[in-house]
């Protein structure tokens, strides 16, 4: 497989980052699916993660730390024809865009949420995620964390998400056909993806995270919100990695009056007899 | 010309009788202005209008009044003093305040004879309409666009009933604007916004701006526009920004508060270069203030917010034309530039009602932001010109990437920390300033070109100001006059210089308690305004409370 036409650029990243698999995943899953760079957008927000729209040849939308969602919910909403992807970490995903999180699941827009999720704070150099474990030690949890991490899957699934998934870096091989899945989904879909920090998280580590997790037995049904709910909360030594749940949910698109016509807003014009209609029903 | 108040508690059906009545005073000819008074709650309190109508135009609302419509005894207690000798109070006959101008009628007794006691508020409207003169032959006509259909009937039995219960008071010879409009500054503001091309709004509900998404969320299905309720600012306005970038024209509204939110991503729209329009309808602050009042306290906020140094333009709407077509002129400028264009307004003029000459489409151009690509292959984003603006692309509509970076970037959009790039970069964006500068609009000017007196003011107080200004000079002999600002960022600044230069003494008239605009001009000119007349109470400052000022002499 060939990752050519979404080549490869210059990283800013630590040699040994989990990020270059994932990227490099991504970049198979888009190949594999026949996206043309022009076709993608790839939207972050601020972080170490979130650096991966500037490595990938596509259209690219780097915001605010934290508001990567509210963008890209917006430009699927201006032109449902661009595949939309964001691609950011677990604190700007779970932490500073927490609030984003949960309404755009509700929201329901056809985008992608890759979270690229190494429970620490790597561009900020070593601070607890929402998605750390308690009693990690770092240069402000000094006497370790105190509080206890945010589990992003089972808030996806209770709020309403129809398409919830995890990965691990180092099962590239399901990694690759899981993003291929949940770009494929219609309507949001939320993959939280294991990827060690090799210079800020020494306990999450690329062992760590081979020890725990496990791939979903082939005869699970994805389809079973309860059996999902208990699979999510299974986190603490075996971590299941794979489509956790997925059912078909009404997308903004076509639960909104303005686009379930299938023409793209930007492609939309309000007409000048309209606007005089409207203009005499002032008179 | 008449000046007619409704008052009540909120929650007894105030707005809905100044709709009828001013929907009917319009259609009898006259030219109608409307100020709304609420207070922040949803039942009880008081609540007021002030409709002021007649054959000329009206540019704001007045303290004298001639007629009072009191839906409860308070409205009669707050406001009996600011009634003419020979006007009139319409209220219920078991309100106990005696005063000869006060006509008791049994209001609530009719009402539950015509078969509901809400329609109380109607029959006194009858009554009202008929003491200033005025027929009610369109009165089921307007019913129908007010009402709801069942509610029609018993309404019009209502407004008949009370015509039929006084006399004709005043003579009112109507004006020649039945064919006119009568819209809300946030109404026009998102008919301006709706004829300019927008496609996508996003909003988060806050007083007093709401009543712009409601209005855009009415006709949405019907013009082709997402209106989408977002879960705070911060999302509205990266919602606006995302939707932009994708080729959607784009606007978010919100009050001062929400603004706060709103500011990093003000940022991300100079940096990354998308155009957006912000509304924002002032309100008094810090924080919550007073929520449904009125203030022009966030001037020196909007033209400052965010981290770092880019260029945006504001523009202050002065009336019920700004609000139309500088809204649209507000897109266009912002998708030339590439830059985030905000539009103050504030309570006053959003909520006031006016007459106004049906808008002209033809006098505004509409925004496309889908350009096709003649540089395939070789595309830059951010290409150093020598006017600061690059080549937008829409994503998706070529071969061509299109980048958008929060990032300080280079001329493909990729993250730089090059001190040789970040220069041009920061120049190459602060450019496009010296094109703006070139058309902006010069502030209105009022008044005797014999003046000695300058006043000058910004955004709503256009109206009280221009009134001001005119009896000033029918009592003194053409001494005053006025500069009053709509682009107001960055400050037009000719006619200002050469204005000053003649006047014997100028004085700064701002709704806000530091003077604002007068800071903002110091700055920019070094020019000292020597009085200001400022206003912070949360209401409108009146032409007579300026004529009071600047008669009885300013303090400094």
């Not at chain 1, 050519?4 to 899953?29: D, M, R, V």
């Not at chain 2, 096709?372 to 690059?390: A, F, W």
């Not at chain 2, 100028?506 to 800071?519: D, Y």
Request: aromatic share 8%; charged share 25%.
């Amino acid at each position: 497989m060939s990752e050519q036409n979404f080549k490869i650029f210059n990283t800013a990243w630590c040699p040994g980052c989990g990020n270059f698999s994932l990227l490099s995943s991504l970049k198979l899953a888009l190949e594999e699916l026949g996206k043309k760079p022009e076709e993608v957008l790839m939207v972050a927000g601020i972080g170490q993660a979130a650096k991966t729209p500037q490595y990938i040849s596509a259209n690219s939308f780097c915001g605010l730390h934290g508001r990567a969602l509210p963008a890209a919910a917006a430009a699927k909403i201006a032109n449902e024809k661009l595949t939309v992807i964001v691609s950011t970490g677990d604190g700007d995903s779970y932490g500073e865009g927490g609030n984003h999180f949960i309404h755009n699941i509700r929201r329901n827009t056809n985008i992608t949420h890759f979270v690229h999720d190494n429970q620490i704070y790597g561009l900020t150099k070593g601070q607890a995620s929402p998605t750390s474990d308690q009693g990690i030690v770092t240069n402000v949890q000094v006497t370790g964390n105190i509080n206890k991490p945010l589990n992003p899957l089972l808030i996806a699934i209770a709020a309403g998400a129809g398409f919830v998934a995890r990965g691990f870096v180092g099962n590239k091989e399901q990694l690759v056909s899981i993003l291929k899945e949940a770009i494929e989904y219609d309507g949001y879909a939320i993959v939280d993806i294991f990827q060690p920090c090799v210079s800020f998280n020494k306990v999450n580590t690329f062992s760590y995270y081979k020890n725990h997790v496990y791939e979903l037995e082939a005869d699970y049904d994805s389809s079973n919100k309860l059996k999902a709910i208990e699979k999510v909360m299974e986190e603490k030594d075996k971590i299941p990695i794979g489509i956790l749940y997925k059912e078909k949910l009404k997308t903004f698109h076509e639960k909104n009056s303005v686009l379930k016509d299938s023409i793209p807003l930007i492609d939309k014009k309000t007409k000048a007899t309209t606007i005089n209609k409207f203009i005499l029903e002032f008179i | 010309m008449y000046n007619f108040l409704v008052g009540g508690a909120a929650g007894q059906g105030i707005e809905t009788i100044v709709a009828i009545i001013e929907k009917l005073l319009k259609r009898s000819g006259s030219f109608v202005f409307t100020s709304r008074d609420f207070m922040s709650r949803v039942r009880g309190g008081h609540n007021f209008s002030v409709i002021r109508f007649g054959e000329n135009k009206i540019l704001s609302h007045a303290n004298k009044l001639n007629g009072i419509i009191a839906l409860n005894e308070e409205t009669i207690k707050l406001h009996i003093n600011d009634l003419q000798p020979d006007g009139f109070i319409i209220c219920d006959s078991k309100i106990e305040i005696d005063e000869p101008r006060i006509i008791k009628l049994d209001l609530d007794v009719m009402a539950k004879e015509i078969g509901n006691p809400r329609v109380s508020g109607t029959i006194a409207t009858g009554a009202a309409l008929k003491l200033f003169g005025k027929e009610i032959e369109e009165a089921e006509k307007v019913l129908k666009e007010v009402l709801d259909e069942k509610y029609i009937d018993i309404n019009l039995v209502a407004i008949q009933k009370g015509y039929n219960c006084v006399e004709k008071k005043y003579k009112t010879t109507s004006g020649k604007f039945k064919d006119w409009m009568l819209i809300t500054g946030s109404e026009a503001l998102a008919l301006g916004a709706i004829s300019a091309g927008l496609r996508f709004y996003s909003a988060y509900p806050m007083s007093p701006s709401t009543s712009i998404m409601i209005y855009l969320a009415k006709k949405g299905e019907e013009a082709g526009i997402v209106v989408e309720q977002a879960e705070d600012e911060i999302a509205a306005i990266n919602m606006a920004l995302g939707a932009s970038y994708a080729g959607a024209v784009a606007m978010t509204g919100t009050s001062g508060g929400g603004f706060s939110l709103m500011v990093e991503a003000l940022g991300l729209s100079g940096i990354a270069e998308i155009p957006v329009v912000i509304v924002d309808v002032q309100r008094p602050g810090p924080a919550t203030g007073l929520p449904t009042r009125t203030e022009q306290s966030d001037l020196k906020f909007v033209i400052s917010a965010s981290q770092g140094e880019f260029p945006r333009m504001v523009i202050a709407l002065r009336n019920h034309e700004d609000s139309f077509y500088q809204t649209a002129r507000a897109f266009n400028i912002a998708e030339r530039y590439q830059i985030p264009v905000i539009l103050l307004s504030d309570q006053y003029l959003g909520d006031a009602s006016s007459t106004v000459e049906p808008y002209n489409l033809e006098k505004i151009k509409s925004v496309n932001p889908i350009k096709k690509s003649t540089t395939e292959g070789d595309y830059l984003r951010y290409k150093i010109t020598d006017d600061g603006i690059s080549p937008r692309l829409i994503p998706g509509k070529s071969k061509n990437l299109v980048a958008a970076d929060s990032d300080e970037h280079d001329e493909q959009g990729h993250i730089t920390e090059s001190s040789e790039v970040r220069i041009k970069m920061v120049d190459k964006r602060m450019r496009k300033l010296k094109k703006l500068k070139a058309e902006l609009q010069e502030p209105e000017f009022i008044g005797a070109e014999s003046f000695k007196t300058l006043l000058l003011g910004w955004g709503s107080t256009y109206g009280a100001i221009t009134e001001a200004v005119e009896i000033l000079n029918k009592k003194q002999g053409n001494k005053y006059a006025a500069l009053v600002f709509g682009d107001i960022y960055p400050l037009p600044i000719k006619d200002l210089l050469t204005k000053v230069k003649i006047a014997d003494r100028v004085i700064n008239i701002e709704q806000n308690a530091t003077g604002q605009l007068a800071g903002l001009i110091r700055e920019q000119t070094g020019i000292v305004c020597d009085l200001n007349i400022l206003k912070y109470d949360g209401r409108q400052i009146t032409a007579e409370e300026i004529v009071e000022k600047l008669e009885n002499g300013v303090k400094k």
